[in-house]
């Protein structure tokens, strides 16, 4: 059974950086949609970030494209966010999430998604 655990959330001044980390048990990566979501409170969960895992092609929402980056390491198999350029509007609760297919469409909507993290508490704050 796949587990998916966050990792690297925290407070941070608008501008900066933080790097999430998911680490996934119990799979192997390589069958897998990877992403991540998140929901902000009062608001519906949303994609933020998917990557294939056919020939990782990657999707952006418009509101991170150009600061935040998705990556996979399959040695470690783990699942990572690279978010730069931190806005006050970032600030949600992140989720790892899997689907059960190997392609990006996952960051369709949350009905695509199969597994997903507890999730990490974001907040980009002065």
């Known amino acids: 059974q796949m587990q998916l655990v966050e990792s690297g959330g925290g407070l941070v001044q608008p501008g900066g950086s933080l790097r999430l980390s998911c680490a996934v048990s119990?799979?192997?990566?390589?069958?897998?949609?990877l992403g991540w979501f998140r929901q902000a409170p009062g608001k519906e969960r949303e994609a933020v970030s998917c990557?294939?895992?056919?020939?990782?092609?990657?999707y952006y929402s418009n509101s991170v494209k150009g600061r935040f980056t998705i990556s996979r390491d399959s040695t470690k198999n783990t699942v990572l966010l690279q978010m730069n350029s931190l806005r006050s509007e970032d600030t949600a609760v992140y989720y790892c999430?899997?689907?059960?297919?190997?392609?990006?469409?996952?960051?369709?909507?949350?009905?695509?998604?199969?597994?997903w993290g507890q999730g990490t508490q974001v907040t980009v704050s002065s």
């Open positions: 999430a899997a689907a059960d297919y190997r392609d990006a469409t996952m960051c369709r909507g949350v009905n695509e998604v199969n597994y």
């Open positions: 119990g799979v192997t990566l390589g069958y897998y949609a």
């Open positions: 990557i294939s895992s056919r020939d990782g092609s990657t």
